[in-house]
C-alpha cells in the first residue's frame, strides 16, 4: 500500500505506474481515492468544528450553574445534545470515507523501481547473468518421476486415494534426499547470520491481506472451514506478521531470519497441476529467508539475497541463471523482483526455483510494523526469498546430478545429511 501523501501531491505518478503493470482498470482508483480523501479531510474538518463549538458550549454551561442561571444553562446544554447528535452522524460519515479509502489504496499497486523492465508477463522477463555452464550429457535423461521411480521413492497413486490430485509420498532414499536439501539449506542460511525460526502453518485474514494482495489471496491460500485461519502458501506471510502493529528499536535492524514451513496452494490458474510429476503441487516445503531493514539498505539486502541462492544451488552442481522480473509479472505489493532459474538438463531450459523481492514499505504500511528513531517512528522494509523450495529443487539436483547408469550423485555438501552416501543406486 502506498502512501497516500504521494497520491495526493503526484497523481500523475501512481496512474503512470499503474500503465505499467497493464492494469489500466485500475486508474479509477486514483481519482476516487482523491475525491474521498477531500470528503474525508472535510469531515475531519467538520468533526474537530464541532468538537472547539461544543467545549466552548460546555464551559458556559459550567459558568451559567456556576451563576445560579439554571434555565439559561439548560438551554445550551440543549444546543450541546444537538452537537453531540451532529458528531455521532460526522463520526460514522468519517469511518466510511477511511474504510472506502483504505479499501481501494490496498488495490493500488506499489511504485516499481526504476530497473524493472516493463512488459505484460513472464514472457517478458530479462535474463540478467548465468553463473555456471549449462550442459546435455551424450545420454538420455528420464522426466523426474522416472527417475525417482528408479529408486521406489514416489508414490502419487496412494496420495490420490487419501488427498487427489496434487499430493505425493516420497519415501526411501529419495525422501532422505529431500529433507537432507532442507537441513543444508538451514544451514546454509544459520551460517550467513540468520536466525532459524519454525512459525505457525497458519495465519488469520488481517495478516494475508497485510502480506499479499487480494487476487493473490482469492488464487493461493486454502481457508480454515468456519476459522479465520488460512493455511500458509509460504512461510514469509507468518514471519512477517509475527511484527504485526510493533515498533522496533532501530538498533535491531537489520532483522534477519530463515524460517522452516510446508507451504499450500491451490495453483488455481492455466498452469494446472502435474498429474505424474512434481513440479506443481499442492503441497510441498521450504526453507525461507526475511529481511526487515531500513529503507536506504533494503537494495543492498535485495542483492544480497538472491546472490545466497546463487551460492547455494551452485554448491548442489546446479547451473542457474538470475531473470529480472518484468512489471507486469510482479505482484502488486513489489518494488522489484527477480527469479533464480536453475538448469534442466532434459529439458534444455531453465525453470524457476527461487523468487527474491523487494517490497519496499508495502506491508509494513497494511501491518503497520515500525522502527524507533530519535526523529519518530518510520516505516521499516521488507524482503524475502526462496533458500530452496522442494521438491523443484529436489528435480534440478536429480538431473543435473543423474549417470548413465541410472544412479545420482550427491553432491558432497549433502553427504553429511546422508549418512556419508556419495552416490544413489537406483533399486530398479
Given at each position: 500500500?502506498?502512501?497516500?501523501?504521494?497520491?495526493?501531491?503526484?497523481?500523475?505518478?501512481?496512474?503512470?505506474?499503474?500503465?505499467?503493470?497493464?492494469?489500466?482498470?485500475?486508474?479509477?482508483?486514483?481519482?476516487?481515492?482523491?475525491?474521498?480523501?477531500?470528503?474525508?479531510?472535510?469531515?475531519?474538518?467538520?468533526?474537530?468544528?464541532?468538537?472547539?463549538?461544543?467545549?466552548?458550549?460546555?464551559?458556559?454551561?459550567?459558568?451559567?450553574?456556576?451563576?445560579?442561571?439554571?434555565?439559561?444553562?439548560?438551554?445550551?446544554?440543549?444546543?450541546?445534545?444537538?452537537?453531540?447528535?451532529?458528531?455521532?452522524?460526522?463520526?460514522?460519515?468519517?469511518?466510511?470515507?477511511?474504510?472506502?479509502?483504505?479499501?481501494?489504496?490496498?488495490?493500488?499497486?506499489?511504485?516499481?523501481?526504476?530497473?524493472?523492465?516493463?512488459?505484460?508477463?513472464?514472457?517478458?522477463?530479462?535474463?540478467?547473468?548465468?553463473?555456471?555452464?549449462?550442459?546435455?550429457?551424450?545420454?538420455?535423461?528420464?522426466?523426474?518421476?522416472?527417475?525417482?521411480?528408479?529408486?521406489?521413492?514416489?508414490?502419487?497413486?496412494?496420495?490420490?486415494?487419501?488427498?487427489?490430485?496434487?499430493?505425493?509420498?516420497?519415501?526411501?532414499?529419495?525422501?532422505?534426499?529431500?529433507?537432507?536439501?532442507?537441513?543444508?539449506?538451514?544451514?546454509?542460511?544459520?551460517?550467513?547470520?540468520?536466525?532459524?525460526?519454525?512459525?505457525?502453518?497458519?495465519?488469520?485474514?488481517?495478516?494475508?491481506?497485510?502480506?499479499?494482495?487480494?487476487d493473490e489471496m482469492e488464487a493461493m491460500m486454502y481457508k480454515i472451514e468456519g476459522e479465520d485461519l488460512y493455511l500458509i502458501?509460504?512461510?514469509?506471510?507468518?514471519?512477517?506478521?509475527?511484527?504485526?502493529?510493533?515498533?522496533?528499536?532501530?538498533?535491531?535492524?537489520?532483522?534477519?531470519?530463515?524460517?522452516?514451513?510446508?507451504?499450500?496452494?491451490?495453483?488455481?490458474?492455466?498452469?494446472?497441476?502435474?498429474?505424474?510429476?512434481?513440479y506443481r503441487v499442492h503441497q510441498f516445503e521450504k526453507q525461507e529467508m526475511i529481511v526487515l531493514c531500513k529503507p536506504e539498505?533494503?537494495?543492498?539486502?535485495?542483492?544480497?539475497?538472491?546472490?545466497?541462492?546463487?551460492?547455494?544451488?551452485?554448491?548442489?552442481?546446479?547451473?542457474?541463471?538470475?531473470?529480472?522480473?518484468?512489471?507486469?509479472?510482479?505482484?502488486?505489493?513489489?518494488?522489484?523482483?527477480?527469479?533464480?532459474?536453475?538448469?534442466?538438463?532434459?529439458?534444455?531450459?531453465?525453470?524457476?526455483?527461487?523468487?527474491?523481492?523487494?517490497?519496499?514499505?508495502?506491508?509494513?504500511?497494511?501491518?503497520?510494523?515500525?522502527?524507533?528513531?530519535?526523529?519518530?517512528?518510520?516505516?521499516?522494509?521488507?524482503?524475502?526469498?526462496?533458500?530452496?523450495?522442494?521438491?523443484?529443487?529436489?528435480?534440478?539436483?536429480?538431473?543435473?546430478?543423474?549417470?548413465?547408469?541410472?544412479?545420482?550423485?550427491?553432491?558432497?555438501?549433502?553427504?553429511?545429511?546422508?549418512?556419508?552416501?556419495?552416490?544413489?543406486?537406483?533399486?530398479?
Amino acid at each position: 500500500m502506498i502512501d497516500i501523501k504521494l497520491l495526493r501531491e503526484n497523481p500523475e505518478l501512481v496512474k503512470e505506474n499503474i500503465k505499467k503493470k497493464f492494469q489500466d482498470q485500475k486508474l479509477v482508483l486514483v481519482d476516487e481515492v482523491l475525491d474521498l480523501d477531500k470528503k474525508s479531510r472535510q469531515a475531519k474538518l467538520n468533526g474537530d468544528n464541532l468538537r472547539a463549538e461544543r467545549k466552548k458550549l460546555s464551559e458556559q454551561v459550567g459558568n451559567l450553574m456556576k451563576s445560579g442561571l439554571k434555565d439559561e444553562a439548560n438551554k445550551i446544554k440543549e444546543e450541546v445534545q444537538k452537537i453531540n447528535e451532529a458528531l455521532k452522524e460526522n463520526e460514522a460519515l468519517e469511518e466510511e470515507y477511511t474504510e472506502e479509502i483504505k479499501t481501494r489504496m490496498m488495490k493500488i499497486p506499489n511504485i516499481i523501481d526504476a530497473s524493472v523492465p516493463i512488459g505484460k508477463d513472464d514472457s517478458e522477463n530479462v535474463e540478467v547473468q548465468k553463473f555456471g555452464e549449462p550442459f546435455v550429457p551424450n545420454y538420455e535423461i528420464p522426466y523426474h518421476a522416472d527417475i525417482i521411480d528408479k529408486f521406489n521413492g514416489l508414490d502419487k497413486e496412494s496420495a490420490g486415494r487419501t488427498s487427489g490430485v496434487g499430493f505425493y509420498y516420497l519415501v526411501g532414499d529419495i525422501a532422505r534426499l529431500h529433507e537432507a536439501m532442507l537441513a543444508y539449506a538451514r544451514d546454509f542460511m544459520i551460517n550467513h547470520g540468520f536466525t532459524y525460526c519454525i512459525p505457525p502453518f497458519m495465519i488469520r485474514s488481517n495478516v494475508v491481506t497485510g502480506v499479499m494482495s487480494f487476487d493473490e489471496m482469492e488464487a493461493m491460500m486454502y481457508k480454515i472451514e468456519g476459522e479465520d485461519l488460512y493455511l500458509i502458501g509460504t512461510s514469509e506471510h507468518s514471519m512477517i506478521g509475527r511484527f504485526k502493529d510493533q515498533i522496533v528499536d532501530e538498533s535491531q535492524l537489520p532483522i534477519t531470519l530463515t524460517s522452516y514451513s510446508p507451504c499450500f496452494r491451490k495453483e488455481i490458474g492455466s498452469h494446472g497441476l502435474e498429474e505424474r510429476g512434481l513440479y506443481r503441487v499442492h503441497q510441498f516445503e521450504k526453507q525461507e529467508m526475511i529481511v526487515l531493514c531500513k529503507p536506504e539498505e533494503s537494495m543492498d539486502w535485495y542483492n544480497k539475497m538472491w546472490q545466497m541462492s546463487v551460492d547455494l544451488f551452485r554448491s548442489l552442481d546446479i547451473p542457474v541463471r538470475q531473470l529480472d522480473c518484468c512489471s507486469g509479472d510482479m505482484a502488486d505489493l513489489k518494488v522489484k523482483s527477480c527469479d533464480i532459474e536453475a538448469w534442466s538438463p532434459r529439458q534444455q531450459k531453465y525453470f524457476e526455483v527461487c523468487s527474491c523481492s523487494t517490497l519496499g514499505d508495502a506491508q509494513a504500511r497494511r501491518l503497520g510494523i515500525r522502527y524507533k528513531t530519535k526523529d519518530g517512528n518510520k516505516f521499516v522494509h521488507t524482503l524475502n526469498n526462496t533458500v530452496i523450495a522442494t521438491p523443484r529443487a529436489l528435480i534440478a539436483l536429480l538431473e543435473c546430478n543423474y549417470n548413465e547408469d541410472g544412479s545420482v550423485n550427491i553432491p558432497k555438501v549433502l553427504q553429511p545429511y546422508m549418512g556419508g552416501k556419495e552416490k544413489l543406486t537406483p533399486i530398479k
